[in-house]
């Protein structure tokens, strides 16, 4: 027998041996398949979302930043003021200016946060009556403080009707007046303000609060008055709100 | 004897060569499921594009969580809702209204309003 036949037998054996054996275990592997199938994650739906809210529950609260601003009065500061307008009337135009730090979220927003939803809340206490005014809600772009804004250095200047209204982020109709959405007081006026606090969280725009105006100031005669609650109002129930929804 | 020890210790190399092989080959199949357990696969949501949450106040405290905009696929699922205000918390828990839309829930307790609360929103189902 020559040793090359030696050889192929050997391998031939050694094949089926190895056959064999494969044989063997397989169903042990099968098995490990098998059990490794068994991972299945029996999961439910589950929508979360967290919601951080803001409000000026005292006039030091340390959230919230806010006042207004008289035509007539151009110098004055009005930030420990109980109540803050937004007026249009000839020479007596009044905006309300609000801020809310978004860093006293506890938890904090990460910037990495999907804002789904923000809103502005100011509470109402009196309204234009027999009227419809729309109030517009600007975002701020530079800084200012309610211990020191006033008419003449207010962020967005002593022109009326400015800026632009085609600028604002929303509007909402406010009066006693038919089919206004703000209809009476002792209520809270929403502003959806998510595009600016989307901007706001992921650092895309700085955080300077917003200006509430009436949509055509400088009305004649004795003009329209919306009146909101300031934080200096000590009134949780009243108090300015930002609520901001998000998914982390 | 040698040599069929030899030949036993090469036969079950081989055998074991291929039985890995296989092994590695059913390990494809388990690397699905593996791809699961680390977390990896995503949890389906029935709402996607966000919900109103206001508080609604007793006095100073907040006592029901109104929810707002929620869609119809999430009908009939358990909301849950938590209060945090830094200081102390409280759930309220009840259904989704089939159809979706608006619901309360009433917390288990009074949560004191401050300046920054936090108010976490789980649906879970339907």
Known sequence: ?248 | MRRRLGAGIGTTAIGAVVLFAIIGHATTIGTASTTVGAGRAGVARCDTDGITVTQVLTGSNVTVVAVAGIASACGTGSLSATVNNGTTSSTGVATVPAGGGSMTVTLASAVLVKDSDEIDVAITGP
């Not at chain 1, 403080?145 to 008419?151: L, M, Y």
């Not at chain 1, 406010?174 to 209520?187: E, K, L, N, V, Y």
């Not at chain 1, 650092?203 to 949509?215: K, L």
């Open chain 1, 1 to 248: 027998m020559s040793r090359s036949r030696v050889l192929d037998r050997r391998h031939l054996l050694a094949a089926g041996r190895a056959l064999a054996a494969l044989l063997l275990f397989y169903p042990f592997a099968h098995a490990s398949v098998g059990y490794a199938s068994s991972l299945t994650v029996a999961s439910t739906d589950l929508t979360v979302y967290a919601t951080c809210t803001l409000s000026g529950t005292t006039g030091a609260s340390a959230s919230v930043q806010d006042s207004y601003v008289d035509e007539n009065a151009p110098t004055t500061t009005n930030g420990s003021a109980a109540t803050m307008n937004s007026q249009s009337r000839n020479n007596r135009n009044r905006r309300s200016y609000v801020s809310f730090d978004l860093t006293t979220c506890a938890p904090s927003v990460p910037s990495s946060a999907i804002v789904t939803g923000a809103t502005l809340r100011l509470w109402v206490t009196a309204v234009p009556l027999a009227t419809c005014r729309t109030e517009d809600v600007f975002a701020v772009t530079s800084a200012w403080t309610q211990s020191a804004i006033t008419w003449n250095n207010q962020p967005f200047g002593t022109a009326i009707n400015s800026p632009a209204s085609g600028t604002r982020t929303d509007s909402i109709t406010i009066g006693s007046g038919a089919g206004c959405t703000i209809g009476s007081a002792a209520q809270y006026v929403p502003w959806n303000v998510t595009t600016n606090v989307a901007n706001f969280v992921s650092g895309g725009a700085t955080n300077f609060g917003w200006m509430i105006r009436d949509d055509a100031e400088g009305a004649n005669g004795l003009g329209f008055t919306v009146t909101f609650s300031a934080s200096d109002a000590a009134s949780v129930p009243q108090a300015p709100q930002l609520v901001v929804t998000y998914r982390r």
